[in-house]
Structure formats: C-alpha cells, structure tokens
C-alpha cells in the first residue's frame, strides 16, 4: 500500500503506538490540506500528510514539525498499518474497523 491509497476516514497505526484518523481535501490548503489527526480524551493533535513518502516513512520537513534527536527516533512516526471503516455510519467506533494492510516486520 503506498500513500497516494489513503482515504478520508482510514484508520492509521504509526510505529510507535499512536493512532490517526486519514482526513484529506480538508480545503484548509498548504500542510493543513491533507492530515492525519490524533485525539486520545481530551488530547488532540495532527499531523501533515507530506511528513511522509510514498512508502509511509517518515521524513524530517525542513522545519522539523515533530523535534527528534536523530532520524532513528524519527522511525516512529512510519505508518505500519491501516485499517478501514466497514461502516460509515460507525466511522469513530473502532470495532467496525478491519486491517487493509500491515507493514512486513511489524508485530503490532
């Protein structure tokens, strides 16, 4: 799977735990255009599509929006699954979510 197969409302795991929900063609134009968003309770972040390759690696922007010491620390922001929403009208209930692809050599 690459990135250009994304979708609004694809369910993303990064190597490090966390979890988005895929929003594209927000009509917020520039980084905000296309963004994988994060709530956990009250907590809620994003993070711009174009922080990654067509492989889903991460990659530093020439701002570093995300500081991290080295590009090792980097590797945990790579997508390393996806899933899909099996029912739109339970797009934020996770239970409805099935597995489109999971990166080789990730036990997640």
């Not at 711009?48 to 080295?70: Q, R, V, W």
């Amino acid at each position: 799977m690459k990135k250009s197969d994304l979708r609004t409302g694809m369910f993303v795991t990064v190597r490090n735990g966390n979890h988005y929900y895929v929003m594209l063609n927000t009509g917020m134009g520039g980084e905000m255009e296309n963004v994988l968003v994060h709530k956990v309770g009250k907590n809620t972040g994003w993070m711009p599509l174009s922080s990654y390759d067509e492989d889903m690696f991460f990659h530093d922007e020439p701002d570093d929006i995300l500081p991290a010491p080295s590009d090792q620390d980097d590797r945990g922001w790579d997508i390393v699954r996806v899933d899909g929403c099996s029912e739109a009208a339970w797009l934020y209930c996770r239970d409805t979510y099935k597995l489109i692809w999971k990166r080789k050599r990730y036990n997640g």
